[in-house]
């Protein structure tokens, strides 16, 4: 007994019709036959519409032999692609996975290796002395400051001075060994003490291998300034 479920009679139907057209309009001559491109055209269709071309392929045999071929290669064609976009869909997705799975595994071992704030320590009082720091434009539009300054690799409670005529407000900061690789990022306010425009910013630089950095300075929006800054052990 054929199954009955809708899909399947529809299916056994259409096969009927199908096999009906295929049988019963021979047109050997090709009388009044539209031609491969408008066949091609048909097939290209996402569903059937009545016009004077459909009519014609639904009664000729051969013509519509020629369109159920051609219709076979657009399904075929558009299989193809739908699987490539899952395919691309799956890699994206794999990716984000990656990315999300990357992030939180940097978490926890950043959690797990960060000790307790007591067990560090005192920050140590240290200052970073730029009012005279003069300073160069690098390749990328950025400064770069030629004066080298000494800092100990200890946790730090730093009191940066900033160069002469700085605005107080907001300040971002990072410390680096290359431009656009921050390794610590911070910010802090500065305000304006006794004429000098001062910053404070606990710096941990306690994990640091002594040598030379940069230490880099914005206040938003503007461009990042960077000095030259030697860490002693
Ligand atoms: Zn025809």
């Known amino acids: 007994m054929p199954d009955d479920s809708a899909d399947e009679v529809f299916e056994r139907l259409q096969d009927i019709v199908q096999q009906a057209i295929l049988r019963e309009f021979p047109n050997p001559e090709r009388k009044g036959c539209p031609g491969t491109e408008v066949l091609r055209e048909l097939a290209n269709r996402p569903r059937p519409t009545r016009d004077a071309a459909w009519e014609h392929v639904t009664h000729c045999s051969p013509c519509y032999r020629e369109f159920l071929d051609l219709r076979e290669q657009v399904k075929r064609r558009l299989e193809l692609e739908h699987r490539q976009v899952v395919r691309r869909r799956a890699v994206l997705g794999g990716i984000a996975v990656a990315i999300v799975g990357g992030g939180i595994a940097a978490y926890e071992s950043?959690?797990?290796?960060?000790?307790?704030?007591?067990?560090?320590?005192?920050?140590?009082?240290?200052?970073?002395?730029?009012?005279?720091?003069?300073?160069?434009?690098?390749?990328?539009?950025?400064?770069?400051?030629?004066k080298p300054h000494v800092l100990p690799a200890k946790r730090l409670d730093l009191t940066i001075l900033l160069?002469?005529?700085?605005?107080?407000?907001?300040?971002?900061?990072?410390?680096?060994?290359?431009?656009?690789?921050?390794?610590?990022?911070?910010?802090?306010?500065?305000?304006v003490e006794n004429g000098v425009t001062v910053l404070r910013v606990k710096l941990d630089l306690s994990r640091e291998t002594p040598g030379n950095y940069l230490i880099g300075l914005r206040q938003p929006p503007s461009d990042w300034t960077f000095y030259q800054v030697t860490l002693r052990s």
């Open 110 to 146: 950043f959690e797990r290796r960060e000790p307790a704030p007591e067990e560090l320590g005192p920050y140590l009082p240290a200052s970073l002395d730029l009012r005279d720091a003069s300073s160069t434009r690098s390749a990328g539009g950025q400064t770069v400051a030629a």
């Open 163 to 191: 160069p002469i005529g700085s605005e107080p407000g907001r300040y971002d900061i990072q410390w680096l060994k290359d431009i656009d690789k921050p390794l610590l990022s911070v910010s802090g306010n500065a305000s």
